[in-house]
């Protein structure tokens, strides 16, 4: 069974450009989050969704970070415009139900130049 | 937010020995998840735990739920080399429904 699907793995943009993140997750996985992990920090949520509500935003900085998961399956992240501060690596984890163990993808490393 | 306290931070070792690490938190957890993290990949999950008191183990590795539901440990037997990494705990508060919370880290080097 194949694990959660991140793409890309990499990324480099100049600061003030916009930039998206994919997340596949586990099939069948209802819940779905999205972590931002900071260089030695622990995974900080940004946002979990449930099927295709966003249930628990309240730590995503919604002036420049927006998301979706439209049908329930697949999610976006989008920053629109990066900063430099926003250099991380960005993480997906998704759950078969909310109080589940959370999977996670390998995580996109932002760079923000 | 909810804050976990891990400890500690860093842990050197020989090979073969033994590692204990820990989890604290001011807030009463209803789930306490252990997942080790390598170079550029993912946290990958070790250990789940939903009772207080509960003990599992998963190979050479034991985690326990804390009786007073405010604590996790998890136990590495034996160490080698591969153990290296960073490990974290993350747990559901029970006054934060599914939210999953991490601690900061500990990062385990083993010498061979």
């Known amino acids: 069974e194949a694990g959660v699907v991140q793409s890309p793995r990499y990324k480099i943009i100049e600061k003030k450009q916009p930039v998206a993140f994919w997340c596949n997750p586990i099939?069948?996985?209802?819940?779905l989050y999205w972590y931002l992990q900071n260089l030695g920090q622990g995974p900080e949520l940004l946002i979990r969704y449930e099927n295709e509500e966003a249930v628990d935003d309240s730590q995503l900085p919604k002036d420049r970070f927006s998301a979706e998961r439209l049908k329930g399956v697949d999610s976006t992240l989008k920053i629109q415009p990066a900063e430099l501060g926003d250099s991380a690596v960005y993480l997906c984890?998704?759950?078969?139900?909310?109080?589940?163990?959370?999977?996670f993808g390998q995580g996109t490393r932002l760079t923000v130049v | 937010g909810q804050q976990l306290n891990q400890s500690p931070q860093s842990m050197f070792i020989q090979e073969g020995e033994d590692v204990s690490m820990n989890c604290t938190s001011s807030?009463?957890?209803?789930?306490w998840l252990w997942y080790k993290q390598e170079p550029g990949e993912g946290p990958v999950l070790l250990i789940a735990l939903y009772k207080a008191g509960e003990l599992t183990s998963n190979g050479r590795l034991t985690a326990q739920f804390g009786i007073t539901r405010k604590d996790s440990f998890l136990n590495i037997s034996a160490s080698i080399p591969s153990d290296v990494g960073i490990y974290f705990c993350a747990g559901r508060a029970e006054t934060s429904g599914s939210r999953l919370t991490f601690g900061e880290g500990t990062q385990l080097t083993v010498n061979p």
């Open positions: 807030s009463i957890f209803n789930t």
């Open positions: 984890a998704s759950s078969l139900a909310s109080y589940t163990e959370a999977f």
């Open positions: 099939s069948g996985h209802n819940t």
